[in-house]
T-cell receptor, first 116, second 113 residues
Framework: NAGVTQTPKFQVLKTGQSMTLQCAQDMNHNSMYWYRQDPGMGLRLIYYSASEGTTDKGEVPNGYNVSRLNKREFSLRLESAAPSQTSVYFC???????????????FGAGTRLSVL | GDSVTQMEGPVTLSEEAFLTINCTYTATGYPSLFWYVQYPGEGLQLLLKATKADDKGSNKGFEATYRKETTSFHLEKGSVQVSDSAVYFCALFGSGNTGKLIFGQGTTLQVKP
């Protein structure tokens, strides 16, 4: 089982460049999430999608956009990358509504992004 | 708002030593509590969880008890192995929350043979 697949695994950008991080899950989950992980700060939620066609801001949405393309795919776009966006990005998915604490999130392996 | 605080790392232990990683939380109501583990080069995966006070979550020899009186969810293992080397994250899902897991900063565990 593939689970949650993220591409690319590594990326180096110059300031001002744009890119899209891709995420796909094959578990038929309704909810999907994008987090960033920075040293000493744990994981912080960027955006999430409770279901196909809906997206909501998380804790740190500035500088990012998302698209829930279909039930399987949830992409994260950096329109004009900044050095402050250097981080490890994780996508996650969950079975049902994000309002149900019993649901468990499944994570991809991450994308390591450096912005020079 | 809701928050999670973990002990600072890294924690370095010898194989077969006893492990405790402290986790305390601040939340209104009755949050659900989780421990996630991140092995090198991988994403996070759920290790164990507890959904109400006095519940004990357990998995792979790890245990954590939901202590509402001390607002804590400390992770313990009686005898660690080299393969337990990873980053451990405590997290909560608040009862009044709108779809967000709140993570602690993570604690790195290194187990030496």
């Amino acid at each position: 089982n593939a689970g949650v697949t993220q591409t690319p695994k590594f990326q180096v950008l110059k300031t001002g460049q744009s890119m899209t991080l891709q995420c796909a899950q094959d578990m038929n989950h309704n909810s999907m999430y994008w987090y960033r992980q920075d040293p000493g700060m744990g994981l912080r939620l960027i955006y999430y999608s409770a279901s196909e066609g809906t997206t909501d801001k998380g804790e740190v949405p500035n500088g990012y956009n998302v698209s829930r393309l279909n039930k399987r795919e949830f992409s994260l776009r950096l329109e004009s990358a900044a050095p402050s966006q250097t981080s490890v990005y994780f996508c996650a998915s969950e079975t049902g509504s994000p309002y149900l604490a019993k649901n468990i999130q499944y994570f991809g392996a991450g994308t390591r992004l450096s912005v020079l | 708002g809701d928050s999670v605080t973990q002990m600072e790392g890294p924690v370095t232990l010898s194989e077969e030593a006893f492990l405790t990683i402290n986790c305390t939380y601040t939340a209104t109501g009755y949050p659900s509590l989780f421990w996630y583990v991140q092995y090198p080069g991988e994403g996070l995966q759920l290790l164990l969880k507890a959904t109400k006070a006095d519940d004990k979550g357990s998995n792979k020899g790890f245990e954590a008890t939901y202590r509402k009186e001390t607002t804590s969810f400390h992770l313990e293992k009686g005898s660690v192995q080299v393969s337990d080397s990873a980053v451990y994250f405590c997290a909560l899902f608040g009862s009044g929350n709108t779809g967000k897991l709140i993570f602690g900063q993570g604690t790195t565990l290194q187990v030496k043979p």
